[in-house]
């Protein structure tokens, strides 16, 4: 049996809800209190999910699209184990809830990624036999062809949802397969690590560089509300950012960010470009190459920290 649906033609755009504090660890191993999986509803139709820290450090930001045909769920966390991360049974339980008001026969998910990491693909597996479910590959060449994409570097193309439209298109740099996502309905552009509040590393500057340059491009031609990434890893201190592998987060950042700092970003890359080095944004660190110095230096560092944590010195 099918319902109407839910018209989302209609002018009145939903401003979306961020008025959350999003989970982001325990003062120590002993005080584990966070839920695995923190779901919040953006709005009827769009929800944010974000992994625990004591899941697992890196605590990635997952979100989940409804339409009237089909929904479509971006990145599926850090691990399969469906017993410390239960993204498949969260998911499910969304899905019915909008089915039960939508009713609507053989509704699809699609599970796709912002790029290809670990720490995005992870939970893959718990949705392998899931019936009416398309998982789409993890390669540049799957990711283009499930999109319709033309090239690394090809216009906008458009998913339908039933009644809700994104566009997709390529922003390799940070990964080949690496996609921006814009959804018409609620005008949130997704970024995945290509653009976060955290550290972004770049493996390929020329590639990133023209990205950012076509995002920011992107951004004055739409209405873009908020620019939503993958992580959190940044501090309220501006140019500050937590150390690699914080499990404990309790003064960081605001997810979003607004489209009017991209100036600043695109500022920040242009002066990398051809000098490998870390430069401190107020959004962003970003890594332009990932030297042997970089990461003995970042995972030094994190190792000290975490040690106070495991003593449980940080509060």
Not at 40 to 45: G, I, M, Q, V
Not at 50 to 68: H, I, M, Q, T
Not at 90 to 117: C, F, M, N, Q
Not at 249 to 268: D, F, M, T, V, Y
Request: proline share 10%; with cysteine.
């Amino acid at each position: 049996m099918s319902g109407p649906g839910f018209d989302f033609g209609r002018p009145d755009r939903p401003k979306g809800d961020l008025g959350v504090r999003w989970i982001h660890g325990s003062p120590s191993p002993r005080q584990r209190t966070d839920p695995p999986i923190q779901v919040h509803a953006y709005e009827p139709a769009t929800y944010i999910l974000r992994e625990s820290k004591d899941v697992s450090y890196e605590a990635p930001f997952l979100y989940l699209f409804l339409g009237n045909e089909r929904a479509i769920l971006f990145d599926t966390g850090t691990t399969s184990d469906p017993q410390r991360f239960p993204i498949r049974r969260t998911i499910d339980t969304l899905v019915e809830a909008w089915l039960k008001a939508h009713p609507r026969a053989g509704y699809e998910l699609v599970v796709a990624h912002t790029h290809s990491h670990t720490d995005h693909t992870g939970g893959d597996a718990q949705f392998a036999d899931r019936p009416n479910t398309r998982i789409v590959g993890r390669s540049p060449e799957e990711v283009h062809r499930f999109f319709g994409l033309t090239g690394p570097h090809c216009d906008p193309q458009p998913f339908d949802l039933g009644g809700r439209t994104i566009e997709v298109f390529p922003i390799p740099g940070h990964h080949p397969a690496s996609i921006a996502v814009y959804d018409r309905w609620t005008t949130v552009l997704l970024t995945g690590d290509t653009i976060c509040p955290g550290r972004i590393y770049i493996f390929d500057m020329p590639a990133y560089r023209t990205s950012i340059e076509r995002i920011a491009r992107f951004v004055e031609e739409r209405p873009v509300r908020w620019i939503l990434g993958g992580h959190v890893e940044m501090t309220q201190t501006a140019r500050l950012d937590y150390p690699l592998r914080a499990k404990y987060q309790p003064l960081e950042r605001p997810l979003e960010i607004p489209p009017g700092r991209l100036p600043s970003l695109l500022s920040a890359v242009r002066s990398a470009a051809g000098r490998p080095g870390v430069y401190p944004t107020d959004d962003s660190i970003l890594f332009n190459g990932v030297g042997v110095g970089t990461i003995l230096a970042m995972l030094w560092r994190g190792w000290r920290w975490n040690l106070r944590y495991r003593r449980g010195a940080i509060h």
